[in-house]
C-alpha cells in the first residue's frame, strides 16, 4: 500500500523559515513527478511546487520562486520542502503529493491536482505577523 505523510508544519513569524518532508512508503518513485500543494479554507488546492523523481528538474509559481525549494532523495522516498522568507499569505494545509498520470499531465501540466494518484494527509502551516 502506497502511503505519503508529511511531517508537522507549525506557526512561524513573518521572514521566518520552515522545512517540511513527505515520507513516502510502499513504491519507489523513478520515473514521476512528485509535487507539493496547498490550499486555504474556501479556496481550491493550488500546486506550487514540482520536482521529477530522478531528473534534474523543478518547477515553482511564481508565489513562491526564490523563497521555496523542493527536493527529493532516498531514491524517490523522501520529499522536501524548505521554506524561506515567510509570508502570512503562505498560512494554508500543505499536501504531499507523488504518481503522476500521463495524460493528465500533458493535458494540464504539472501543477493540476488531478494529474497525481497519491497524496498525504496534510499539514498545517501558519505565519504570523
Known amino acids: 500500500q502506497i502511503q505519503l505523510k508529511e511531517s508537522a508544519g507549525g506557526s512561524v513569524q513573518v521572514g521566518g523559515s520552515l522545512r517540511l518532508s513527505c515520507s513516502i512508503t510502499?513504491?519507489?518513485?523513478?520515473?514521476?513527478?512528485m509535487a507539493w500543494f496547498r490550499q486555504v479554507p474556501g479556496q481550491e488546492r493550488e500546486g506550487f511546487a514540482v520536482v521529477h523523481a530522478y531528473r534534474d528538474y523543478r518547477n515553482y509559481a511564481d508565489s513562491v520562486k526564490g523563497r521555496f525549494t523542493i527536493s527529493v532523495d532516498g531514491g524517490g522516498n523522501s520529499l522536501h520542502l524548505q521554506l524561506n522568507s515567510l509570508k502570512p499569505e503562505d498560512t494554508a494545509m500543505y499536501y504531499c503529493a507523488a504518481g503522476s498520470k500521463r495524460g493528465p499531465l500533458a493535458r494540464l501540466g504539472d501543477m493540476a491536482e488531478s494529474v497525481y494518484e497519491f497524496w498525504g494527509q496534510g499539514t498545517q502551516v501558519t505565519v504570523s505577523s
Open positions: 510502499g513504491y519507489t518513485f523513478v520515473n514521476d513527478y
